[in-house]
């Protein structure tokens, strides 16, 4: 299932979990969070027999759940065992600034969900995860500062079922694995490539409440594609606001992917399905400038469709076990 996760004014730096809830709880991460802030980060996870997930918080937090979509059957889902690749905390030191550091991912050539996450570096910077000896310069993630930064990826490891996770400053890097897919699934994984930045050409940012199309040529749209894998970024940002990615013609959901502060530096994957025409909106609710990064299509298996809020703590939708 590809889900957002929001967490609101938490108490204190923490984490989220989502998990297939047949299973125990894996040792894993898919979003964190400091004190205060209003914090949104993708995930891909598996699902129970019945379809539910979980989702573990280790602060006291409000939650937000949107689901962009579904993988079934036919998305060629193999190894789904969510489980940690690599934390550098264990060796003691930070990985080197531009030093790739090789991570065993799984099957070679089967494309793979990872979220990456970046703690304790030593200012800002990005991490970029990518097949070994890829001459890529897109970003998975973008960080201010010593703050724990994760960013889901979908990656095809080379022949030896590697991948390498590079920062640009020395970081502590973590990688847990989530799903990964067959290696003729409809996933198809692409070089990453830059479809848009509003900087461009010296324009100005994205007015409040104005969107952005993203034409199917652009994003690789064919006959048979349900799903979009983009990059959100936004950067330096006049206001505290979000960005919606959607189908263009379904209009608007009351739903976001990415949350801002004044001035930051923020990504966010999203998977969406493109509408009728091929096309994908992007809303910006405050000034941005707003870049995105094609990371792939999905031919089979995937439904989207406008994202649903199947949760909001700060509602009366809570779950039964919520305290």
């Known amino acids: 299932m590809a889900l957002n996760l929001t967490t609101v004014d938490p108490r204190a730096l ?6 297939d809830c047949d299973h125990p709880r894996p040792t894993v991460s898919n979003h964190n969070y400091t004190r205060d802030l209003i914090v949104a980060h993708a995930a891909i996870v598996p699902v129970s027999a ?18 962009t979509g579904r993988f079934d059957a036919e998305a060629g889902i193999g190894d789904a065992e969510s489980k940690r690749l690599i934390d550098t905390r264990e060796r003691g030191a930070k990985q080197p600034a531009l030093t ?31 097949p070994c000896g890829s001459t890529e310069t897109t970003s998975t993630l973008n960080f201010d500062d010593a703050a724990p930064v994760p960013n889901v990826a979908v990656v095809v490891p080379g022949a ?40 461009d050409g010296g324009q100005p940012r994205m007015p409040a409440g104005a969107w952005i199309v993203l034409d199917g040529d652009s994003l690789g749209v064919t006959q048979g594609t349900t799903g979009v894998m983009l990059n959100l970024t936004v950067t330096d940002p006049l206001g505290d ?18 949350n801002f502060v004044a001035g930051d530096v923020v990504a966010n994957f999203v998977v969406v399905q493109p509408d009728a025409e091929g ?39 809570l779950p039964p076990n919520w305290p």
């Open 241 to 258: 606001g979000f960005l919606t990615a959607y189908p263009c013609d379904s209009g608007r959901p009351p739903t976001s992917n990415l």
């Open 279 to 317: 096309d994908v909106c992007v809303y910006a609710h405050a000034p941005t400038h707003v870049v995105v990064d094609l990371l792939g299509t999905v031919a089979d298996g995937f439904t989207g469709g406008a994202p649903q809020r199947m949760l909001d703590t700060r509602q009366s939708n």
């Open 100 to 130: 790739p550091l090789p991570v065993a991912v799984g099957e070679p050539g089967a494309p793979v969900v990872l979220n990456v996450t970046a703690v304790d570096a030593d200012g800002s910077g990005w991490v970029r995860a990518a």
């Open 50 to 67: 019945t379809g539910d997930i979980c989702i573990f918080d280790n602060v006291a937090t409000n939650l937000v759940v949107d689901i």
């Open 14 to 19: 923490g984490f989220l979990t989502a998990y």
């Open 160 to 199: 030896d079922g590697t991948i390498c996770v590079t920062s640009s400053v020395p970081s502590h890097l973590i990688v847990d694995r989530f799903i990964q897919f067959t290696a003729g699934a409809g996933v198809r994984v692409v070089t990453p490539r830059r479809v848009r930045d509003t900087r």
